[in-house]
């Protein structure tokens, strides 16, 4: 049996739920967001229009490995949540559920990932290793960065 993980981050942003979910219904935004360090590209030509069943093919460097990752948006509810999940990729399974509140005038981004490694017991001392602290240091990147992002929106 497959040991699973969860992960989850929340941030306050002084914005509307709508303009804060609008910036993240963009795919294209996600190469913003994402550490320098894992050189993500997405791969999907032109415009994404997100949706469920959309799905998005990024490249990225883990480690410097190089890796393709698929996913799929599997369910769309703006301005209030939205979940992608791994079709291909580095994880043996990849659920993100994306949430936004409102708060008046403030927002709160609630991202909450459940994931899976491959390879059993190697797996399971791949993530105590490196794979849970990398996905924390993405997720302070990425607060950081929205943060910035909002901040100069005001």
Not at 70 to 81: K, M, Q
Request: net charge positive; glycine share 6%.
């Amino acid at each position: 049996m497959m040991k699973t993980y969860q992960f989850v981050a929340e941030q306050i942003i002084p914005q509307s739920q709508d303009k804060v979910f609008t910036f993240f219904a963009d795919a294209r935004n996600l190469q913003t967001l994402t550490p320098p360090w894992l050189h993500f590209h997405i791969l999907t030509p032109g415009r994404i229009d997100m949706h469920a069943g959309q799905m998005v093919q990024y490249a990225l460097r883990v480690r410097g490995l190089p890796i393709r990752w698929t996913t799929a948006i599997c369910d769309w509810h703006p301005p209030h949540e939205f979940v992608d999940i791994q079709l291909n990729g580095p994880y043996a399974f990849w659920h993100h559920r994306h949430r936004f509140e409102s708060l008046g005038s403030q927002t709160r981004i609630i991202d909450e990932i459940h994931y899976g490694l491959p390879l059993g017991w190697l797996g399971r001392l791949l993530n105590r290793a490196f794979v849970r602290r990398d996905i924390e240091m993405i997720f302070r990147f990425r607060e950081r960065t929205i943060g910035r992002v909002f901040e100069s929106s005001l």
